[in-house]
């Protein structure tokens, strides 16, 4: 990529300050806001790095690989006049590439001429697309209650120890176009995946590459993988390379893309380290007050257009540090994102997989892909009911906890019965297991069955007569 | 026509600083760099002026000139705006796609109003009248149905000397001739306002008609009068949005501005596509047609997110003083503070609490205020009422941006998140909810439905706080701990909240409930209250009220009975005294 960018630009000899990864070079005129550079030690090795405030004679640069080695007098640092820039092609699909889109699979430069800006353009909102066609992923939590449409971008909250990475390969692995409930299978058209990882360990990409290989999805899968022990602050670049191939992918190619992006904590906290080091004002536990913007600008690279068949799908992975989800990353990404799977501490406890804590979770598009036509009539009602009633679980469980189970009414023992019965069967269900969304919808009126039809207020009247399997017996 | 006023010699994100004229005003409007980004002049030191730019500045050098234009950051008014979406600083979206594509690239500059369409113009002034700022000199049909009057600007008054016959006219060609002094003047039906200033009306009328929004838990519940500010503040997940796109959608007003600050790109484009389609149940035209649509989203430049609001409530004011009556949602109004945050945060200002700067404060009490039921200096009445979403970080309602609106907004609509997770929509907690307008609009009520509303409302909320401190005992010892009579305060609780608090917007019946339908059903469900408790009294078992299948008709009827079909309720009604008679019969003794 640095053949784009060499020709022309100036050089300077020496730099004013080192804080951090951040360089104060002092004498360089017409500098451009936001451009990269290439910053060359003592011993001729180059880093690059990138402007983040020009005044007269003096601009802040931000060194990707951070300032070890650099001195004062022996840098070098060559200013290239163009925003940062990676190639996109096709044939990137497969690949491996570092945090910045260099190739790291001791593969060729891509071959292309194509070379997109990193920080990529906001979609106009009157070109885009609302999404409406759903995607079924063959996990009930989702397909049934929090239903993920193409286009969407849908977070999933973890914390250290549970299994978001199991879940995410999952989707990844069972992703087609969703059909009407009952219709034949059919050949689903595949995703192409774009897959960065921010921080992550070695481990977790390795898992990955391994669920992609054995799914046989790794020739559609490009990799950019800043590691635990890469430098931090490449991973501002990370997701925004990623996303660039994926919206040529998606936008200019016409492919479905799913995006996977593990994990934003950590992206945040590169952020932080940069804002601190730079001394900004900071708004909440040190994060800096342009996080909600910065998130955003990553995340709402998301969606469909008009003039493109093709769709991006992005898919953030979180942990909370502490669980907390009100900590800024989970609370900033879930004002963004059009809703969130949480998992639960709790539900991995005991043994459940996938431990989606249902309550708090949310896919703001499903009323848009679901019901009649797309998924079935009874679908949106199912759903709302199903809440309901796992929410009134909850609350019979803190009363059970007070009273003790033999003394709750027989409605509120039913109750109880529904959530465990809920947890087991249609939350839990195992890696491998696909289910297709009318064994998900039958696994959830069988579960309502387990009501009397009396509780039963949000679903209609005819959908009770055609669905609802119990006796209804002493309500 | 813009000379250079200053050199550039400091970026830092939407902040540029520059050296120059002295001559530069305070919120000057001026073109930054060579591609002319549109920036605004937020501070200025000697020859140093601090320009916070509405476009993305990357790839800007220092030494780039910054270009004058005499002119504070205005919007254009005049008939096209009606249908319209415009970014943060008026731009027309759909114009930039044309151009442009899909992305928004920079520096694009056009015509916020079509200077080609033709309107059917006709005169109401004729020459030798007196006419004042803001009179009405003729109208323009905008849609079918909305009428433009075409008005004065509120800084100019005259004598007519010329009019333009009835005909089809751009908003640049003349209308009339006024002479103002010794001057003669040309006026079009374009006008520019800037968008800092509010534009000016005779006075204030007390705000007391409800804007009705057909959402039973805020026409019935908690009213906002037309010409008040209500707040949502909420978590993220709770419902902000729905409930500002169900307020655009069914409000009684005749214009609706949405501002869409900060927020999801797909959330706009819903609007774009839903509306047009929409009927507006009053004209039965597309809603779209009284729609003004201000687009910035969270990844579009934050400047300009910041410039949004003023642009929208400026819209607003506009057709205020046409004598309209114009709802103004704001969504949300936390990214607009994040933006001033962010801005500070590049100027070095001091900051506050959390990073806000000192001004947060005052800036929201500025936009508030600029809602209001008034005289227009037309003689016309009109209204702006505001509707603000805030987003709490963490849910937490003690920050800075929620704390500051609660002073300026008399409703508040405090979302909860536990009611969005049970799937209890709009979740809008009844017990952190208040609306000081509720003696304002009760007059209202009586006269349009005729009947009390206020005491039945105030008897609801009663039967709702007793159930919060019934249920706070039921999670200590169970239900069956409680007396008969409690109880059947939870019974008709549960009719409260399943069958009237409850609204499902996605569905077509129970979208919007007619001010008719929300009283009926109150009463309705007050009068098996009291029917009930009556009979409770005299020793009936709780369960035999709880199994009555008329439950299950109260909670269904909102989806099941239209806004047209409300005589059905006398049948729900007599089935109530059916049900119970035959209760209070075996009970008798």
């Keep these: 990529m640095s053949e784009v960018t060499v020709q022309g630009g100036q050089e300077v000899v020496g730099v004013g300050r080192i804080e951090g990864p951040i360089l104060v070079v002092e004498g360089g005129a017409n500098v451009s806001y936001d451009e990269v550079v290439e910053i060359q030690d003592s011993r001729g090795q180059i880093r690059r790095g990138r402007v983040l405030e020009v005044g007269e004679g003096f601009a802040v640069v931000q060194a990707f690989a951070g300032s070890t080695g650099l001195s004062i007098d022996g840098t070098r640092v060559r200013f290239l006049g163009t925003t940062l820039h990676i190639p996109v092609a096709e044939e990137m699909l497969g690949r491996i590439f570092d945090g910045l889109g260099s190739p790291i699979d001791g593969g060729p430069e891509p071959l292309t001429d194509r070379y997109a800006d990193v920080n990529g353009q906001p979609i106009n909102p009157t070109a885009r697309i609302y999404p409406r066609d759903y995607i079924q992923t063959g996990i009930s939590t989702i397909d049934g209650v929090n239903t993920l449409l193409r286009g969407q971008k849908l977070p999933l909250f973890s914390g250290a120890g549970m299994p978001h990475d199991q879940l995410a390969a999952q989707i990844v692995r069972q992703a087609t176009l969703g059909k009407l409930a009952g219709a034949p299978p059919t050949e689903g058209e595949e995703f192409a995946i774009v897959f960065a990882a921010m921080g992550v360990k070695n481990d977790v990409a390795d898992y990955f590459r391994r669920s992609f290989t054995e799914s046989g999805a790794l020739t559609r899968v490009a990799m950019f993988l800043n590691l635990a022990d890469d430098p931090p602050v490449e991973r501002i670049v990370t997701p925004r390379a990623a996303l660039t191939l994926a919206e040529y992918l998606a936008y200019e190619r016409e492919m479905h893309v799913l995006v996977v992006l593990t994990d934003m904590t950590n992206y945040g906290e590169a952020l932080r380290q940069i804002s601190n080091v730079r001394g900004e004002v900071p708004s909440r536990k040190g994060y800096p007050g342009y996080l909600y913007s910065d998130l955003a600008s990553m995340y709402e690279r998301t969606g469909r257009i008009r003039t493109s068949k093709g769709s991006i799908t992005q898919i953030p992975i979180l942990t909370m540090p502490n669980d907390d989800i009100t900590h800024p990353m989970p609370d900033l990404t879930g004002y963004i994102t059009e809703g969130q799977i949480v998992l639960g501490r709790e539900l991995n406890f005991a043994g459940i997989y996938p431990p989606v804590a249902v309550l708090p979770s949310l896919s703001r598009l499903m009323k848009d892909g679901i019901g009649k036509n797309r998924t079935r009539d009874d679908h949106p009602r199912w759903g709302a009911q199903l809440y309901a009633a796992y929410a009134r679980t909850q609350d019979v469980r803190a009363l059970a906890s007070v009273i003790g189970e033999e003394e709750l009414s027989d409605v509120d023992q039913k109750y109880l019965k529904f959530g465990r019965a809920f947890e087991r069967e249609f939350v839990n269900q195992s890696f491998t297991e696909n289910r297709t969304i009318e064994r998900t919808l039958e696994i959830g009126w069988k579960l309502l069955s387990m009501l009397p039809k009396k509780e039963l207020t949000r679903v209609t009247l005819d959908e009770i007569a055609i669905y609802y399997k119990g006796d209804d017996a002493s309500n | ?589």
């Excluded at chain 2, 969005?420 to 909810?433: K, T, V």
Aim: charged share 25%; glycine share 8%.
């Design chain 2, 1 to 589: 026509m813009s000379d250079q006023v200053g050199t550039i010699t400091w970026i830092s994100g939407p902040v540029v600083r520059a050296r120059g004229s002295r001559h530069v005003g305070m919120l000057e409007l001026v073109e930054v760099g060579a591609d002319r980004l549109v920036g605004e002049v937020i501070g200025l030191k000697g020859d140093q002026m601090t320009v916070q730019v509405y476009e993305e500045t990357a790839g800007m050098q220092t030494g780039a000139p910054i270009y004058g234009t005499g002119l504070p950051l205005s919007v254009e008014l005049g008939p096209g705006l009606i249908q319209s979406i415009y970014d943060g600083v008026q731009r027309p979206l759909p114009l930039i796609e044309e151009a442009m594509g899909s992305f928004i690239n920079r520096g694009a500059r056009f015509d916020s109003i079509s200077r080609e369409k033709k309107w059917r113009y006709t005169s109401r002034v004729k020459v030798g009248d007196e006419v004042k700022g803001g009179a009405i000199l003729g109208v323009a049909m905008e849609t079918d149905t909305l009428e433009h009057r075409v008005m004065l600007n509120p800084d100019d008054s005259g004598t007519i000397t010329w009019v333009a016959p009835s005909g089809d006219y751009t908003v640049t060609d003349p209308i009339a001739k006024l002479k103002m002094g010794k001057e003669e003047k040309t006026v079009t039906m374009l006008q520019r306002w800037p968008v800092r200033r509010a534009r000016p009306f005779t006075n204030r009328r007390p705000a007391n008609i409800p804007l009705i929004t057909g959402q039973r838990i805020l026409d019935t519940f908690f009213p906002v009068a037309k010409g008040g500010a209500a707040g949502i503040p909420g978590p993220f997940g709770s419902g902000k949005t729905v409930t500002q796109h169900s307020i655009a959608k069914w409000a009684d007003a005749e214009i609706i501005v949405y501002i869409g600050c900060g927020e999801r790109g797909n959330e706009m484009t819903e609007v774009l596509q839903e509306f047009p389609h929409l009927v507006d149940p009053r004209t039965g035209r597309p809603l779209m047609e009284r729609t003004v649509l201000i687009a910035n989203t969270s990844n579009m430049p934050v400047a300009a997110r910041e410039a949004s609001i003023y642009t929208g409530i400026t819209i607003a004011e506009y057709y205020r003083d046409m004598g309209y009556h114009v709802a103004l949602m704001a969504d949300s109004t936390s990214r607009w503070a994040e933006a001033l945050r962010e801005v500070s945060g590049r100027l070095e200002e001091m900051p506050a609490e959390e990073g806000y700067p000192a001004y947060l404060a005052g800036r929201l009490a500025e936009f508030y205020e600029r809602a209001g039921y008034v005289d227009n200096l037309n003689g016309t009445q009109g209204s702006v009422s505001i509707v603000g979403a805030v987003s709490p970080p963490g849910g937490d309602f003690s920050e800075p941006v929620t704390q500051h609106t609660k002073r300026f907004i008399r409703c508040f609509w405090a979302l909860d998140k536990s009611l969005a997770s049970a799937r209890h929509f709009p979740a809008i907690n009844w017990l952190d909810s208040y609306s000081e307008y509720l003696e304002d609009v009760g007059a209202w009520w009586r006269e349009k439905t005729g009947k009390d509303w206020l005491t039945m409302r105030n008897r609801a909320m009663e039967l709702l706080s007793e159930e919060s401190r019934l249920s706070q005992i039921v999670k200590l010892v169970g239900p069956d701990a409680l007396p008969y009579t409690e109880r059947m305060v939870l019974e008709t609780t549960r009719l409260i909240r399943e069958g009237l608090l409850q609204q499902n917007a996605t569905e077509s019946v129970d979208a919007f409930s007619s001010v008719e339908k929300q009283i009926r059903m109150l009463e309705l469900v007050l009068y098996f209250h009291e029917r009930g408790m009556a009979i409770v009294k005299k020793g009936a078992p709780i369960n035999l009220i709880h199994d009555l299948p008329v439950v299950d008709t109260i909670i269904r009827a909102k989806s099941t009975v239209t806004n047209e079909e409300i005589t059905r309720f006398d049948e729900i009604q007599k089935q109530i005294d059916q049900q119970m008679g035959q209760l209070d019969a075996e009970y008798r003794s």
